[in-house]
């Protein structure tokens, strides 16, 4: 930038005021841009980056030699430079400011992550655990009650067995002796 004001400092002394050439310059183009840029965007990451090119100069030679001519194209040449720098900078700029909003965008998606879903899970685990725990111990107490009364019911047995004076070992052989009696019975 330094250099494209120096070099029209120069051409200025040179030639003296330039500024109704260049305004007549651009009159003449009316609608037709001496300069035309075009768009393109790049994928970065999931993120449309937009990334500006310039296409062309479009310049006019008829300055001719006298009154610092040579200076004029010099000034030319410098800004056309400038330009592409500053369209280069636009465009690093832009997609500066749009990567930005994307790192926001995912930044708040990653705090509702860790502030709201993993807490409601973690809290639904915690749920879980603590019902199936539950059920744990309420299968434990049913044993240890249905244990319980099969020993009652046991020690029922063997107090009638041991009223009738049998023993435990020989109520089963006599079950077994009188095993086929009283099949006509049934049939």
């Not at 037709?32 to 999931?46: F, Q, T």
């Not at 330009?83 to 708040?108: M, P």
């Not at 046991?154 to 009188?178: F, H, S, T, V």
Request: charged letters at 35%; proline letters at 1%.
């Amino acid at each position: 930038m330094k250099k494209a004001n120096f070099s029209l400092a120069e051409a200025k002394y040179t030639a003296g005021d330039i500024s109704m050439s260049v305004v007549e310059s651009v009159r003449k183009r009316k609608n037709n841009a001496a300069v035309k840029a075009k768009i393109r965007h790049d994928n970065v990451a999931g993120v449309k980056l937009p990334v500006f090119r310039l296409l062309e100069f479009q310049t006019e030679e008829d300055v001719g030699i006298g009154k610092g001519g040579e200076q004029i194209r010099a000034v030319r040449s410098s800004f056309q430079r400038l330009l592409e720098l500053i369209v280069k900078i636009a465009s690093l700029q832009t997609s500066f400011i749009t990567l930005d909003e994307a790192i926001k965008v995912t930044n708040r998606r990653v705090n509702a992550l860790e502030k709201v879903v993993v807490p409601k899970i973690e809290a639904t685990i915690a749920y879980i655990i603590s019902e199936l725990d539950e059920l744990e111990r309420e299968d434990f107490f049913r044993l240890k009650k249905v244990q319980k009364v099969k020993k009652r019911v046991a020690e029922a047995e063997e107090l009638k067995l041991k009223q009738l004076g049998i023993r435990k070992g020989q109520a089963a052989d006599l079950l077994q002796e009188n095993a086929g009696f009283g099949d006509d019975i049934v049939a």
